[in-house]
Structure formats: structure tokens, C-alpha cells
């Protein structure tokens, strides 16, 4: 048998077109009681803060200096310029969780999932998927959080991200969100229950309770 490794946690990555619905099956992710094994990972910010939106919970809120600093310093995880302003998840939180043998959730936009791949392949991304463009621009123009011209903008963007979704591993449709939160939550089982992945530490524990 090979030498026992303890199970670390899983990095699942959630990305999707601005107003698919990633925050919301994420956060409902997070609330799930079952699922208390789950971190969400905060990512740091150069925007200014939404009404209700608070520093430490929603985002990180930096000035560009400090955020570039921490570029200088290596300290993200992947960051990205997203319409003017600079996204990026911090690493060491990251690491520490997963070492811990928790799970983190992170939730950024294609670019940074892109780079996430690149450094840290053995993520698991789902991509989340509007229904349509007409469902999107309603989504977006209900949510009374950006001007015309940046709802524009993000439309024309969301071509571009769908097309990125053979980088995947997984995809969830978004049309009823119950039935969206469920494909996610059965995802995220799914990956915890691989044998290739997990079977030294299943024996492990089943010989334990000899």
C-alpha cells in the first residue's frame, strides 16, 4: 500500500459572465449547514465598496498602491484589471485553509480562473451559465447596481467569457436557481467522494475504528 497522505482540502473555482448568478449559488453554498467544511476565499479589491458591502467580508478593499505592492510581494494567488479596476485573491489564506484539509471556494472571473489553472491545476472549475442573453441583460439592468454604458460593457464581454468555457471541468446552468445551488452541491460531493483521490484516507479511517 502506499505511504498514508492526509487528505488536503479542494480549491473549487466558480466563474461565470457578470449576473449569471455565481455570487448568489455561491453564497448559498456557503449557508448550507452541510457544508461547514467549506471556506470562502475573500478576494481583495481596488473598487470602491457597494452599499452594504463590508471590508474584510465581501472583498478586501485596497487602494491600487497597497494592491500593487502586494503584487511586488507575490502575495496573490492570480489578480486581474477587470473594467479599471485590479481583482486578486490572496494567497497564503488560500494554502492554509486547503492545508488544514478544508475546502476553499473561490469565486472570480474567467482571467483570474485562467491563471488559477496555470498555477494550481488541481482545482475543480465550474463555470456558471445564464440562460441567455436576453435573461443577462435583465439580470443586470434589475440589479440597479451599474450605469448603462458599464451594463453594455459587460454584455459585450460575455461572449468572449462563455467561449472560455472548454477550461472547465464542470457547467451550471442557471435558469431556476434551486435547481442550479443543487447541480453545484452535487458537484462539489462528487469530487469529495473520488476514489483516486481519496481511498488511502478512507482506508485510513476505516481501519481506525477497528
Given at each position: 500500500?502506499?505511504?498514508?497522505?492526509?487528505?488536503?482540502?479542494?480549491?473549487?473555482?466558480?466563474?461565470?459572465?457578470?449576473?449569471?448568478?455565481?455570487?448568489?449559488?455561491?453564497?448559498?453554498?456557503?449557508e448550507?449547514?452541510?457544508?461547514?467544511?467549506?471556506?470562502?476565499?475573500?478576494?481583495?479589491?481596488?473598487?470602491?465598496?457597494?452599499?452594504?458591502?463590508?471590508?474584510?467580508?465581501?472583498?478586501y478593499?485596497?487602494?491600487?498602491?497597497?494592491?500593487?505592492?502586494?503584487?511586488?510581494?507575490?502575495?496573490?494567488?492570480?489578480?486581474?484589471?477587470?473594467?479599471?479596476?485590479?481583482?486578486?485573491?490572496?494567497?497564503?489564506?488560500?494554502?492554509?485553509?486547503?492545508?488544514?484539509?478544508?475546502?476553499?471556494?473561490?469565486?472570480?472571473?474567467?482571467?483570474?480562473?485562467?491563471?488559477?489553472?496555470?498555477?494550481?491545476?488541481?482545482?475543480?472549475?465550474?463555470?456558471?451559465?445564464?440562460?441567455?442573453?436576453?435573461?443577462?441583460?435583465?439580470?443586470?439592468?434589475?440589479?440597479?447596481?451599474?450605469?448603462?454604458?458599464?451594463i453594455?460593457?459587460?454584455?459585450?464581454?460575455?461572449?468572449?467569457?462563455?467561449?472560455?468555457?472548454?477550461m472547465?471541468?464542470?457547467?451550471?446552468?442557471?435558469?431556476?436557481l434551486?435547481?442550479?445551488?443543487?447541480?453545484?452541491?452535487?458537484?462539489?460531493?462528487?469530487?469529495?467522494?473520488?476514489?483516486?483521490k481519496?481511498?488511502?484516507?478512507?482506508?485510513?479511517k476505516?481501519?481506525?475504528?477497528?
Open positions: 500500500m502506499k505511504e498514508y497522505v492526509p487528505r488536503s482540502g479542494e480549491l473549487f473555482v466558480v466563474s461565470g459572465p457578470s449576473g449569471a448568478g455565481k455570487g448568489t449559488i455561491c453564497r448559498r453554498l456557503m448550507d449547514p452541510e457544508e461547514d467544511q467549506l471556506m470562502l476565499s475573500v478576494s481583495a479589491t481596488t473598487r470602491a465598496p457597494r452599499e452594504g458591502e463590508v471590508d474584510g467580508v465581501n472583498y478593499f485596497l487602494s491600487r498602491e497597497e494592491f500593487e505592492k502586494r503584487i511586488e510581494n507575490e502575495e496573490f494567488l492570480e489578480y486581474a484589471e477587470v473594467y479599471g479596476n485590479l481583482y486578486g485573491t490572496p494567497l497564503q489564506p488560500v494554502l492554509d485553509t486547503l492545508a488544514q484539509g478544508k475546502d476553499v471556494l473561490l469565486e472570480i472571473d474567467t482571467q483570474g480562473a485562467a491563471k488559477v489553472k496555470g498555477t494550481y491545476p488541481e482545482g475543480i472549475f465550474l463555470f456558471i451559465l445564464p440562460p441567455s442573453m436576453r435573461v443577462l441583460r435583465q439580470r443586470l439592468e434589475g440589479r440597479g447596481t451599474d450605469t448603462q454604458e458599464v453594455e460593457r459587460r454584455l459585450a464581454n460575455t461572449k468572449a467569457e462563455v467561449e472560455e468555457i472548454g472547465y471541468d464542470y457547467y451550471v446552468l442557471n435558469d431556476d434551486e435547481e442550479a445551488v443543487a447541480t453545484a452541491k452535487s458537484i462539489l460531493r462528487a469530487e469529495r467522494t473520488r476514489v483516486e481519496y481511498a488511502l484516507d478512507l482506508i485510513r476505516f481501519e481506525e475504528e477497528e
